[in-house]
């Protein structure tokens, strides 16, 4: 009975750990001294992807930097007693060509775009605005709002009416309620030159029952009336729920 006891007690021991510990070292360090070279190849490829992140970060803080200094050189030029002696579109676009892929290039080109406009030169004013669109998709919704209402603005005044108007039309529901208004107002303009009295009217007629009593609503109200002296049979059955399609066609 004690030799069975003693058994017993003997096969519930725990298992002598140390050895196997020593053993799973024995065998990585085997392991490590076979494969050696391919260790310090896998980490050196590891160090050099981390630096480069590291490194291009860096850079990429200091190209922005430099980039944001040289717009504010720019913007230093400004004189608010004297408009004419401030910075020019070329002077931004030195900035955005210097510095492309930078933040302040992105803004650089609708600065570029609206010294060009109060300018008058229209053609370079929408290159700007286009250039910022296409090169920069990215960027925040209110400042590419704001560059579509430029090149809308741009192509107007260079004649290209339909142009223009598409660029309007993508606008009447902007993020801006003064760039939402300003378009629909702009684009119910150009629908009236055009001929197409019916659309007019009815964007005319949103933009006077809006909230808010703004330049838009009241001369809004005055050109719809107009438009009805032309034709009354412009005017349908229930304005505010007239549905029509004012989405820019695909070209």
């Known amino acids: 009975m004690a030799e069975q006891s003693n058994k017993a007690s003997t096969s ?8 196997d510990s020593t053993l799973a070292f024995y065998s ?7 494969n050696r070279s391919k260790v310090f190849i896998a980490l050196a490829i590891l160090a050099v992807v981390v630096l480069g992140i590291y490194g291009q970060k860096s850079m990429a ?3 922005e930097e430099e980039a944001s200094h040289a717009l504010s050189r720019v913007n230093d030029k400004i004189d608010f007693t004297d408009p004419e002696k401030g910075p020019s579109g070329d002077d931004y676009l030195a900035v955005a060509a210097e510095h492309a892929g930078t933040e302040a290039a992105a803004r650089a080109l609708v600065l570029a775009g609206s010294a060009f406009f109060d300018d008058k030169d229209f053609g ?4 700007a605005f286009q250039r910022f669109l296409s090169e920069y998709p990215g960027k925040l919704k209110v400042v590419r709002e704001n560059a579509t209402y430029g090149l809308a603005r741009s192509e107007e005044s260079l004649g290209n009416s339909s142009a223009a ?5 993508s606008l009447t529901d902007a993020y801006q309620p003064t760039v939402a208004e300003a378009s629909k107002f702009a684009a119910a303009r150009l629908l009236e030159a055009s001929g197409d009295l019916k659309a007019a009217y009815v ?3 949103q933009i006077s029952l809006g909230t808010g009593y703004s330049y ?12 009805l002296k032309k034709d009354p049979s412009v005017k349908p ?3 505010a729920s007239a549905e029509i399609d004012l989405a820019p066609s695909a070209e």
Do not use: C, M, N
Not at 216 to 227: C, D, G, L, Y
């Open 28 to 34: 990585l360090v085997d392991w490590f001294e076979k």
């Open 12 to 19: 519930k021991q725990p298992a002598d750990l140390g050895t």
């Open 203 to 205: 964007l005319f007629d």
């Open 124 to 127: 370079k004013a929408r290159d």
């Open 165 to 169: 108007l598409k660029h309007y039309q």
């Open 61 to 63: 803080a200091a190209s």
């Open 237 to 239: 059955a229930e304005t």
């Open 216 to 227: 838009w609503t009241r001369e809004a109200s005055v050109r719809k009336q107009e438009i």
